[in-house]
C-alpha cells in the first residue's frame, strides 16, 4: 500500500518539479499509470489514492481487469498494439485508444463504438525514429491519417502518441519528441482540434514534458519493474 502510494506520490512530484522546469502548469499534464502485467488488486489500491487514469496494452489481460473492478470509476487507455480482431473489445470498453496508426482500425473503432458511449478519444501512434522495425504511422502520412480519422463520427481525434527509440543520447531523444510536437502544430495549423500529445514514460518523463507532453505514460516507475514477459 505505502509503497505504491509512495511511487505515485514521487512520480507527481517529478512532473511536477519538470513542469516548474519548463514553465508550465502541472495541471495540464496527466499521469497516466500504465497497469499492464499489475493485478487489479494493485490498481485497486492506486485508485484509493487517487489515481483515475490507467493504460493497458493487452486486450484480453484489460478487458479480466475491468471486469473485476466495476465499481471504480477508472479512465480506460488503451496503448497497445491494435489489432483488427480486438477492436470491438477495445471499442466497448476503453475510453481512449492511444496506437491508431491505420485508418482501417480507426474506422472499425468508430464502427464499433457503441451508440450509448461517448466518441472515443483516440491519438495517432507516430513513428518518431524512423526505424523501419517501429509501429506509428511515418511522419509524413499523419496528415492523410488525421484527415481520414477525424471524419468518424463515434472517434474523437485528441492528438498524436509515440514510443521513441530508447537511447541515451538525449539529443536524439528530445529530436523524437521535437518532431511528434512539430506534427501535432501542423496539424492544429490544418484546422484539427487537437490536445494531447501522449508521450514520454518512465525513463524520459522530464524530456518529453519540456517538448509538451500531455499525458505521460508511467509504469515501472510506480508498479516497479515488470516481469519480462
Ligand atoms: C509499458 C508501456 C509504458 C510504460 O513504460 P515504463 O517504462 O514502465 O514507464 C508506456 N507506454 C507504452 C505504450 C507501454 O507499452
Redesign the pocket.
Known amino acids: 500500500m505505502t509503497t505504491i502510494s509512495n511511487a505515485l506520490q514521487a512520480a507527481r512530484t517529478r512532473i511536477s518539479a519538470a513542469a516548474a522546469q519548463c514553465g508550465r502548469d502541472p495541471e495540464s499534464i496527466i499521469l497516466l499509470a ?1 497497469s ?1 502485467t499489475v493485478s487489479p488488486e494493485t490498481i485497486r489500491i492506486a485508485y484509493g489514492v487517487g489515481q483515475r487514469a490507467f ?1 493497458e ?1 493487452y486486450a484480453q489481460e484489460a478487458l479480466d481487469k475491468i471486469a473485476a473492478l466495476p465499481d471504480l470509476d477508472i479512465v480506460w487507455h488503451f ?2 498494439p491494435l489489432q483488427s480482431n480486438k477492436t470491438k473489445l477495445i471499442a466497448e470498453n476503453f475510453a481512449w485508444a492511444h496506437s491508431v496508426e491505420r485508418v482501417k482500425i480507426a474506422q472499425r473503432l468508430s464502427d464499433q463504438r457503441p451508440d450509448s458511449l461517448p466518441p472515443l478519444n483516440l491519438c495517432l501512434q507516430v513513428n518518431v525514429s524512423g526505424e523501419g522495425s517501429k509501429s506509428g504511422v511515418a511522419a509524413s502520412e499523419v496528415a492523410a491519417l488525421a484527415q481520414a480519422v477525424a471524419t468518424l463520427p463515434k472517434i474523437k481525434l485528441r492528438g498524436l502518441m509515440a ?1 521513441p527509440e530508447a537511447t541515451g543520447d538525449s539529443a536524439k531523444q528530445h529530436a523524437q519528441f521535437r518532431l511528434l510536437r512539430e506534427l501535432y502544430g501542423q496539424l492544429i495549423a490544418q484546422g484539427h482540434a487537437l490536445d494531447t500529445l501522449s508521450m514520454g ?3 524520459d518523463l522530464e524530456a518529453a514534458i519540456a517538448g509538451g507532453a500531455t499525458i505521460v ?5 510506480i508498479f516497479g519493474e ?1 516481469k519480462k514477459a
Not at 217 to 221: E, F, M, Q, T, Y
Open positions: 500504465v499492464k493504460g496494452s496503448i497497445g514510443i514514460m518512465s525513463g505514460r508511467l509504469g515501472s516507475a515488470r
